[in-house]
């Protein structure tokens, strides 16, 4: 019995002892980056690469046997000793988690080779080679081509395709285990990337993104889509129609006037949609590379096109001519009122005359309104014709317009400006601010070096004061001015030196109470370095900094003429006249409290910062000139359109006397005051007489003879019958005598 059990010791002893090969792979088609892959386990003391593995095929899947004891083993894969290594998720199938590590487990008992696995996974990772191709006739500029989707999360430079023969069909074969994914192609690191079709055989869309589709069970040659499109190939008996391009005005503008923000779309049709936009006014290349043309600048007579760069699904890029636009603008008016005594109105009025007054309008459209003003309180009708005879010694009449004339003029009132024409800086709208902060190189001063005014113009100097230390201008009309809303404009030209970065903004003027952001920030202007290239944006605070913009390519070396027009509900930046980009401002986005409060304006000359920093080639002092700033606001304060409504001139009423002299002055009416008023006058068979109720009237002819009497008891329209034409005298019997010349005819 005892040999027996020594015997089975022996066996066993010799079994521990025996090392089995065990051949680990992984599939490192889904791992960053990397030169040799290897693995690190507790029966090599996690060396780092001490097991490295190897591809023989180039296939991606990467393996390497190793000779060990039956036994309990921990273990993971990585790469470049340890550079990168595997995440596995603690509790998984295949792992065990000790305080911080989690690996793979491995028990051995005989000789085996291990499922291909995948990298940071537990599941099993037999891939399959996928060659994608794409045609990219279609597409007007590129550099690389690449494949981008789920199984390289999105990569934008991960698998580069290639062509070979230089026909023009990219390609790229890649190993993907079985299992659906989304894809498309793109290029250069995302800078153009395929538009596709919602709902086309070749795409789905998940949570707003429409890509490309496939479902990996084997080795696959997918066919050479042509870019943007579900179009595998071109065959000549399938016809294509050519490509082309129509522009249309769509804004809602009739008739245009002088000013009108204009927005033109064009349309394509044939063409990928990576197409490139040449806007043109007159034959001159004006806007910016979009299928949006916005501007406020066009005159009567201009025209407006397109040309556009691009190629359709089969064939090489080209050029393509929109068609032309004329454009009819109207300049813009201004409209007017003035008040005048109406023609039929005696020279030298009497008390209780029924007095005229006409409205002389200007520009005030088909059926403009009239409002008639009589010291101060609103009277009469609607009426280009104001009549009264209740007015008193002294009255003043006036007339406000309420006009519908087209294209009336916005009326922007300057109500700031500093056009630099002294020999300093005006210190009743500017400030100095002098500090060195924001991550730039410059501090700055107060100094005559940097900051100086002569011939007509404001320079900012910036100014290098030894190694990486450099002195500069910055003028801000904190505290001096402010405002809410209105048009900021000025005309400067910026250095082009590589460091500088002069800019042109504004700041809420509430930045002491609020920390940027929550002030709001609006970048009129800003440039970096030697570009040909303007930067306008706004900030504010939307649960953190938050800023949106644009740019326009201009030559730098010239003076320019930067704008924003700021209004309630929008801030629009210019260059030169042309819009370049627009902010709503709105509750949706967060902009309600930064934009609706005063700002002030800033300039300055910043060294790096947002531009490089200044190296050899820099060329300092470097100077940032300002020809002018100016701030206009139209008339009402909320900076909506200019009003319509005009005030006229005030007419002052003088009266004068009517009494007589003595009843002989029978055909002269002195400066006395009468009682009594007649009219109309002349007349051709009745007037209306209005006077003292209960007094006696007598008419008189030339000859003194009376030829009718009339008892006055309330206003009397008297008919003259048989009189012949000529001049009377109506006479008031009662009290003191009063008379007034007729005309009958």
Same mark, same amino acid.
């Given at each position: 019995?005892l ?9 066993v ?13 992984v599939n490192m088609q889904?791992a960053p980056?990397f ?5 690190n386990?507790?029966?090599?003391n996690?060396c780092?690469?001490c097991n490295p593995?190897?591809?023989a095929n ?5 393996e390497?046997t190793i000779?060990?004891n039956a036994?309990?083993y ?5 790469a470049?000793?340890?550079n ?8 998984t ?6 305080g911080?590590?989690t690996?793979?487990?491995l028990?051995?008992t005989? @000789?085996?080779? &291990?499922?291909? &696995?995948?990298w940071?996974?537990c599941?099993?990772?037999t891939? +399959? $080679?996928?060659t ?8 007007p ?15 934008g430079n991960c698998n580069?395709?290639s062509d070979a ?7 790229a074969t890649?190993?993907l285990?079985p ?7 793109s290029?250069?690191?995302w800078s ?13 869309t998940n949570?707003?993104f429409i890509?490309?589709f496939i479902n990996?069970?084997?080795?696959t ?5 042509v870019w943007g499109?579900? #179009?595998?190939?071109?065959p000549p ?6 490509p082309?391009i129509s ?5 809602d503008?009739?008739p245009i006037?002088?000013g ?6 064009a349309?394509?049709?044939? &063409?990928t949609?990576n197409a ?9 290349n004006?806007g910016i590379?979009?299928q949006?043309f916005s501007?406020?600048?066009?005159s009567?007579g201009?025209?407006?096109?397109c040309?556009i760069?691009?190629?359709d ?7 393509y001519a929109?068609?032309?636009i004329p454009i009819?603008?109207k300049?813009? /008016?201004n409209?007017?009122?003035?008040v005048e005594y109406? $023609?039929e109105n005696?020279?030298?009025p009497?008390?209780?005359d029924l007095? @005229? ?5 200007t520009?005030?459209g088909?059926?403009?309104?009239y409002?008639?003003i009589?010291n101060?309180?609103?009277?009469g009708?609607?009426s280009?014709?104001f009549?009264?005879q209740?007015l008193t010694?002294?009255?003043v009449i006036s007339?406000t317009?309420?006009?519908?004339e ?5 009326q ?7 056009e +630099? ?5 005006d210190t009743t709208?500017?400030? $100095?601010?002098?500090?060195s ?6 501090t700055y001063?107060?100094n ?6 002569n ?14 230390a450099y ?6 009309t904190r505290n001096?001015?402010s ?6 404009e000025g005309?400067m030209k910026?250095?082009?030196t590589?460091?500088s970065?002069?800019?042109f903004?504004?700041l809420?003027?509430?930045i002491?109470e ?9 970048d009129i202007?800003?440039h970096?370095?030697s570009?040909n290239?303007?930067y306008?944006t706004v900030h504010w605070?939307n649960?953190?900094?938050t *800023?949106?913009?644009?740019?326009? #390519?201009s030559?730098?070396a ?5 704008s924003t027009?700021w ?6 930046i210019?260059?030169?006249g042309?819009q370049?980009y627009?902010?709503?401002i709105s509750?949706?986005?967060s ?5 609706t409060k ?6 300055n000359h910043a060294?790096?910062g947002?531009?490089d920093?200044?190296?050899n080639?820099s060329?300092f002092p470097s100077s940032?000139d ?7 606001q139209k ?14 001139n005030?007419f002052?009423?003088?009266? /004068?006397d009517?009494f ?5 002055d029978?055909?002269i ?9 007649l009219f109309?006058n ?6 209306i *007489?209005?006077?003292q109720l209960g007094?006696?009237?007598a008419?008189?002819?030339e000859l003194?003879?009376v030829?009718k009497?009339?008892? *006055?008891n309330?206003?009397?329209t008297?008919?003259i019958?048989g009189?012949?034409s ?5 006479l008031?019997?009662?009290? *003191?005598?009063r008379?007034k010349m007729?005309?009958?005819?």
């Amino acid at each position: 019995m005892l040999k027996y059990i020594v015997f089975l010791l022996l066996i066993v002893n010799s079994f521990k002892g025996f090392a089995f090969n065990v051949t680990f792979r992984v599939n490192m088609q889904n791992a960053p980056s990397f030169s040799q892959a290897e693995v690190n386990a507790s029966f090599n003391n996690w060396c780092g690469n001490c097991n490295p593995m190897t591809d023989a095929n180039g296939d991606g899947i990467c393996e390497t046997t190793i000779a060990l004891n039956a036994g309990y083993y921990e273990y993971k894969f990585s790469a470049d000793a340890w550079n990168i290594q595997e995440t596995l998720l603690p509790g998984t199938s295949c792992t065990n988690t000790t305080g911080q590590y989690t690996n793979r487990t491995l028990n051995v008992t005989g @000789s085996v080779v &291990l499922p291909i &696995l995948c990298w940071g996974d537990c599941s099993n990772c037999t891939s +399959f $080679p996928v060659t994608f191709q794409v045609n990219m006739n279609a597409v007007p500029a590129f550099t690389t081509p690449y494949l981008s989707g789920t199984f390289n999360s999105w990569c934008g430079n991960c698998n580069a395709l290639s062509d070979a023969d230089g026909d023009n069909i990219w390609s790229a074969t890649i190993f993907l285990n079985p299992g659906f994914y989304e894809y498309k192609f793109s290029a250069d690191d995302w800078s153009i990337s395929e538009s596709l079709a919602q709902g086309s055989i070749c795409t789905v869309t998940n949570s707003g993104f429409i890509n490309r589709f496939i479902n990996v069970s084997e080795p696959t040659i997918l066919n050479a889509y042509v870019w943007g499109a579900c #179009i595998i190939s071109c065959p000549p008996e399938i016809p294509i129609p050519d490509p082309s391009i129509s522009i249309e005005l769509v804004s809602d503008v009739n008739p245009i006037c002088s000013g009108a923000e204009l927005v033109f779309v064009a349309n394509i049709s044939n &063409l990928t949609n990576n197409a490139s936009y040449q806007w043109k006014v007159d034959n001159n290349n004006v806007g910016i590379n979009s299928q949006l043309f916005s501007t406020n600048a066009l005159s009567d007579g201009q025209i407006v096109s397109c040309i556009i760069t691009g190629a359709d699904y089969c064939n090489p890029t080209s050029t393509y001519a929109s068609n032309q636009i004329p454009i009819q603008v109207k300049p813009l /008016v201004n409209a007017g009122v003035s008040v005048e005594y109406s $023609p039929e109105n005696q020279i030298d009025p009497c008390y209780g005359d029924l007095l @005229s007054f006409n409205a002389i309008t200007t520009n005030g459209g088909l059926n403009p309104q009239y409002q008639w003003i009589v010291n101060g309180q609103n009277v009469g009708d609607n009426s280009s014709v104001f009549q009264s005879q209740d007015l008193t010694e002294a009255s003043v009449i006036s007339c406000t317009l309420i006009s519908n004339e087209q294209c009336l003029s916005e009326q922007w009132n300057m109500v700031w400006a500093d056009e +630099f024409s002294g020999s300093v800086y005006d210190t009743t709208k500017w400030v $100095p601010e002098i500090y060195s902060n924001n991550g730039e190189l410059q501090t700055y001063t107060s100094n005559a070096e940097n900051i100086q005014v002569n011939n007509g113009q404001l320079h900012l100097i910036a100014k290098n004061e030894g190694e990486n230390a450099y002195s500069s201008g910055r003028l801000i009309t904190r505290n001096k001015f402010s405002f809410k809303y209105g048009r900021v404009e000025g005309r400067m030209k910026v250095p082009k030196t590589r460091g500088s970065f002069p800019a042109f903004w504004m700041l809420g003027a509430n930045i002491k109470e609020l920390i940027w952001p929550a002030c709001g920030e609006i970048d009129i202007m800003e440039h970096i370095n030697s570009e040909n290239k303007f930067y306008g944006t706004v900030h504010w605070d939307n649960g953190g900094h938050t *800023l949106q913009g644009s740019n326009l #390519i201009s030559n730098a070396a010239l003076y320019h003429t930067f704008s924003t027009e700021w209004d309630s509900s929008r801030i629009r930046i210019y260059l030169d006249g042309v819009q370049y980009y627009e902010h709503a401002i709105s509750a949706s986005n967060s902009t309600l409290d930064e934009f609706t409060k005063p700002f002030f304006l800033l300039l300055n000359h910043a060294v790096a910062g947002w531009a490089d920093v200044p190296d050899n080639t820099s060329v300092f002092p470097s100077s940032f000139d300002v020809d002018y700033m100016r701030v206009s606001q139209k008339n009402k304060s909320n900076g909506t359109l200019a009003s319509n409504t005009v005030t006229s001139n005030d007419f002052t009423l003088n009266y /004068v006397d009517c009494f007589p002299t003595s009843i002989n002055d029978s055909f002269i009416e002195t400066k006395s005051q009468k009682h009594f008023t007649l009219f109309p006058n002349p007349n051709s068979g009745t007037f209306i *007489l209005k006077g003292q109720l209960g007094e006696s009237y007598a008419i008189v002819n030339e000859l003194g003879q009376v030829v009718k009497e009339i008892k *006055l008891n309330h206003a009397e329209t008297i008919e003259i019958e048989g009189l012949k034409s000529g001049m009377y005298l109506v006479l008031s019997t009662a009290g *003191l005598e009063r008379k007034k010349m007729i005309v009958v005819f």
